[in-house]
């Protein structure tokens, strides 16, 4: 009986309905008359702040975002993969070098765990813009060791 409540605990604590599996809140990075965009973590452990400031289907090439976590990592680097879908397939994928050892492009490059960040100001992309319709984008941030510090799952609707 004893091994039957130990291994009935453990399943409870690791089902996707007890110990934490319920799904992050979905949150509002932006949302203009004709463009709104919505993320949700796709972190088991961790939800994320994210805001864009301007909020308009014509993206600009300098856009301001707002972005705060707390780092359950170190990141010496950092790397950022999109993938961009549209209705189930995928149109696009991007790497980016966010922080390089010896070559820090943000103040927050460096940081350790437990440490939070905070980053307020402006993000290079070129300047585009976002035809009508409806996309998915997933978004991950990890570090050298290829370890998740915050992840996304976004839509983007356009009209």
């Given amino acids: 009986m004893k091994a039957f409540m130990a291994a009935f605990l453990v399943w409870t604590l690791i089902s996707a309905n007890g110990g934490g599996g319920e799904a992050w809140p979905t949150h509002t990075a932006c949302r203009d008359g004709s463009l709104e965009v919505l993320y949700q973590s796709c972190d088991p452990l961790q939800d994320?702040?994210?805001s864009v400031d301007q909020c308009?289907?014509?993206?600009?090439?300098n856009l301001n975002v707002r972005f705060g976590i707390i780092l359950r990592e170190d990141i010496k680097q950092l790397f950022l993969d999109v993938a961009l879908f549209t209705k189930g397939s995928s149109i696009l994928n991007y790497s980016y070098p966010v922080c390089e050892e010896g070559l820090p492009k943000f103040?927050?490059?460096?940081?350790?765990k437990g440490e939070q960040i905070y980053y307020a100001g402006p993000v290079n992309n070129p300047g585009f813009e976002i035809p009508p319709g409806e996309y998915q984008v997933l978004l991950e941030l990890y570090n050298e060791k290829h370890s998740t510090v915050a992840c996304a799952n976004a839509t983007v609707i356009c009209s």
Avoid: D
């Fill in 56 to 61: 308009s289907k014509q993206l600009k090439s």
């Fill in 107 to 112: 103040t927050f490059c460096g940081r350790r």
């Fill in 48 to 50: 994320f702040g994210f």
